[in-house]
């Protein structure tokens, strides 16, 4: 490993209800990459996204997970938080009562290990969340409990702005959205890498999500192998003529 190696999976095989997902992946991701993952329904993107943060029901039976020159693979979700990987949901839950200040407050702090200065964390929230064009009155709403479904993505972008984590995993999360909405996410998105500097791992079908980033590397799944990788011009190339030119092969 390198001493910009952020991620490093190694054979990794994962299994949900005792089927197996993953079979066998292999990925390095460098500190301040950008990597896409693309593939068709049941390729097993999102999987690769929980297992990386730790979700409990994927279960990794083989292979590991190096992050930050530690192995990860037997850490719990709430470590692997801490240490500094975030995942963004591709269908944001509801959480009644905890509002969305005091959730993202209690997270900041968790992360750091230190209290926050309510009126430093209010001014920091409220600037941030003018950013992603959000009414400031969500911030006193409990987490999620009826939001629109482009709120809830907003939310989970401004969580990602607030924890400033050195990887971001986002799983579809442009999925469901209008293109204002799109575009309001991706500018949260391309504010990250200029200020935070971390890594990101975009699983996504709508690539206007990636408009304004630099893709260092995309990587196409198919049934939980990685079958084909490039740089941004493979993204174009299954905009163009889609999965089918790989899985036929």
């Not at 990987?85 to 997270?107: D, H, K, M, W």
């Not at 709120?151 to 401004?158: G, M, N, P, T, V």
Request: aromatic letters at 4%.
């Amino acid at each position: 490993m390198n001493d910009s190696t952020l991620l490093t999976i190694r054979d990794l095989k994962v299994n949900v209800a005792d089927k197996e997902i993953l079979h066998g992946l292999n990925m390095t991701v460098d500190a301040g990459q950008t990597h896409v993952i693309m593939g068709p329904n049941g390729a097993g993107k999102s999987t690769l996204g929980n297992a990386i943060a730790g979700a409990p029901k994927y279960e990794i039976t083989a292979g590991s997970i190096t992050f930050k020159g530690e192995d990860i693979t037997e850490l719990s979700p709430d470590k692997r938080a801490k240490a500094g990987i975030y995942l963004s949901f591709q269908n944001p839950v509801e959480v009644p009562g905890i509002t969305l200040a005091n959730f993202i407050r209690t997270c900041v702090e968790q992360k750091t290990g230190q209290r926050l200065r309510i009126w430093n964390f209010k001014k920091d929230l409220q600037a941030t969340m003018e950013l992603l064009g959000m009414d400031p009155s969500y911030a006193d709403r409990d987490l999620n409990v009826g939001f629109s479904g482009g709120e809830k993505k907003k939310a989970e972008i401004l969580q990602l702005l607030m924890l400033k984590p050195e990887l971001a995993i986002l799983d579809e999360t442009d999925s469901g959205l209008d293109i204002d909405a799109v575009r309001t996410v991706s500018r949260g998105i391309e504010h990250y890498r200029k200020e935070v500097g971390g890594s990101l791992i975009i699983i996504t079908h709508i690539t206007r999500i990636l408009d304004g980033l630099t893709v260092d590397k995309t990587h196409i799944l198919s049934d939980g192998r990685i079958i084909a990788e490039g740089g941004r011009e493979l993204v174009d190339n299954v905009n163009d003529k889609g999965f089918d030119q790989f899985i036929n092969k």
